[in-house]
C-alpha cells in the first residue's frame, strides 16, 4: 500500500475515534494535541539540530495551515452539504480562541518590533531575554486556558441550535448512539496512530527536502505551505468529516483549537526547550512572517464574530491561503538572517541535514 494511502487510512481511523469519545470539547482539544503531534515532533528534532529558522517556520506554517486551509475547507464542505440552512457555531467558544492568538500575536509582534526598530537595550540580548519572558507567560496563559475549558466546558461549550440558544447535547439522537470502544481504548489507539502517521511524515520530510534543490523551490515555501499541509492531514479530515456531519463546534475546537495549541504552547514551548539546549531561538519571527500572521488572526476573527457560517466564508479562507501560499512561494530571508545562519553552520556541521537546508535558503 502507498504511504499516502497508509497515512489517509490512519487519519481517518484517528477521528473514528474520536468520534467514540463523545465529548465534544475534550474531543476537540485531544483532536488538536495529537494532530499537533507530527509538527512538535519535527520541531524537537530541528532545534536539537539547530535549525531554528526551520522550527519557526513550520510552526508558523501550521497556525496559518489550520485557521486558514483546514477551517476554509471545513467551512466549505460543512455550507455546500447544509446549503438549505446557515450552520451555527458557540460565539464564546471563538471569542476565547480568538483572544488567546491575539495574545500570541502580541507575544511574537514585540520581539519583531523591538528588532528592526534597533530599540533594544542590550543590542542581540534583549529579544532574547524578551522572548523566553512572553513565552513562560503564554505557556502559563494556556495552562489556564486548559483548566478553564475542561472546567466549564458545560456553561461555555454547549452546543449551539439554530435558534442561537444553547442545548446540552444530550437530547439529540447522534449524540445517544453506543460507542464501539471504550474511552481509554480509544486513548490507546490515539496514541499509536498518532505514532505512526509521525513516522510516516519523516519519510515525507526527506523527500519535501530532495525536492527543494531539484525543482528549485525555496525552503521558506516547503517550511511554512507544504510541511504543515502534510502534518495537518489529520485535522483537515476531521474538521472536514465534522463539519459535513454539522458538528461546527468539533470542527472549531480542531482547526482553531490546533492553531490556539501551537501558537500558544508549541512555539512558547520550542523557545524553553531552545532555552535548556542553548539554542537562541526567540519569538522573533521576521518582519514577513509576522505580517501574515497578523493579518491572518485578523481576517478569521472577523469571520467568526457572527457566530454562523456557510460556504462563502469557506471560500473566503480559502483564497485568503492561496495569497499566502503566493507569497511565501516568493519570499526569502533577509541577508541579515541568512548570514547569521552561515555564521552558526560550522557549529552544526556533526547534523548533515543542517547544512543542507541552511544552503537551501539561499535559493
Not at 458538528?247 to 483549537?257: N, Q, R, T
Request: aromatic fraction near 8%; hydrophobic fraction near 50%.
Amino acid at each position: 500500500m502507498p504511504e499516502s494511502s497508509k497515512n489517509d487510512l490512519l487519519v481517518l481511523s484517528i477521528y473514528d475515534v474520536i468520534d467514540a469519545l463523545k465529548i465534544r470539547e475534550v474531543g476537540g482539544l485531544l483532536n488538536a494535541t495529537f494532530g499537533n503531534a507530527t509538527e512538535l515532533i519535527i520541531s524537537m528534532h530541528a532545534l536539537k539540530s539547530g535549525m531554528l529558522r526551520v522550527v519557526q517556520q513550520s510552526l508558523l506554517g501550521s497556525i496559518l495551515s489550520n485557521m486558514l486551509l483546514v477551517l476554509g475547507c471545513a467551512l466549505l464542505g460543512g455550507g455546500i452539504v447544509h446549503c438549505k440552512k446557515e450552520q451555527v457555531f458557540n460565539k464564546s467558544s471563538a471569542a476565547m480562541n480568538s483572544g488567546l492568538l491575539l495574545m500570541a500575536v502580541m507575544g511574537l509582534l514585540f520581539p519583531a518590533v523591538l528588532h528592526f526598530t534597533h530599540t533594544e537595550m542590550h543590542f542581540g540580548k534583549s529579544e532574547l531575554v524578551l522572548s523566553r519572558f512572553s513565552s513562560c507567560v503564554m505557556l502559563v496563559a494556556y495552562g489556564a486556558y486548559i483548566i478553564f475549558q475542561l472546567t466549564n466546558q458545560k456553561n461555555l461549550y454547549s452546543p449551539i441550535s439554530e435558534e442561537g440558544t444553547q442545548t446540552e447535547g444530550e437530547g439529540g439522537s447522534a449524540d445517544n448512539e453506543e460507542p464501539d470502544i471504550s474511552k481509554w481504548e480509544s486513548i490507546m489507539w490515539l496514541f499509536i496512530l498518532t505514532s505512526l502517521i509521525s513516522i510516516l511524515s519523516e519519510y515525507l520530510v526527506n523527500a519535501i527536502e530532495g525536492a527543494s534543490v531539484a525543482m528549485n523551490i525555496p525552503i521558506s515555501f516547503i517550511s511554512v505551505i507544504l510541511l504543515p499541509i502534510v502534518g495537518n492531514a489529520a485535522e483537515h479530515a476531521g474538521a472536514i468529516m465534522f463539519a459535513m456531519k454539522d458538528k461546527l463546534d468539533i470542527s472549531l475546537g480542531v482547526a482553531i483549537g490546533s492553531s490556539t495549541q501551537i501558537a500558544m504552547f508549541g512555539i512558547p514551548f520550542s523557545v524553553v526547550v531552545g532555552w535548556i539546549m542553548g539554542r537562541p531561538m526567540d519569538l522573533n519571527f521576521q518582519l514577513f512572517e509576522t505580517a501574515t500572521l497578523v493579518m491572518t488572526v485578523l481576517v478569521v476573527a472577523f469571520m467568526l464574530q457572527e457566530g454562523t457560517s456557510n460556504y462563502f466564508k469557506g471560500l473566503m479562507l480559502l483564497l485568503c491561503y492561496l495569497i499566502v501560499a503566493a507569497g511565501f512561494f516568493v519570499h526569502i530571508d533577509p541577508e541579515s538572517v541568512r548570514k547569521s545562519l552561515n555564521i552558526h553552520l560550522s557549529s552544526n556541521l556533526q547534523y548533515p541535514g543542517v547544512v543542507y537546508l541552511c544552503a537551501s535558503t539561499q535559493l
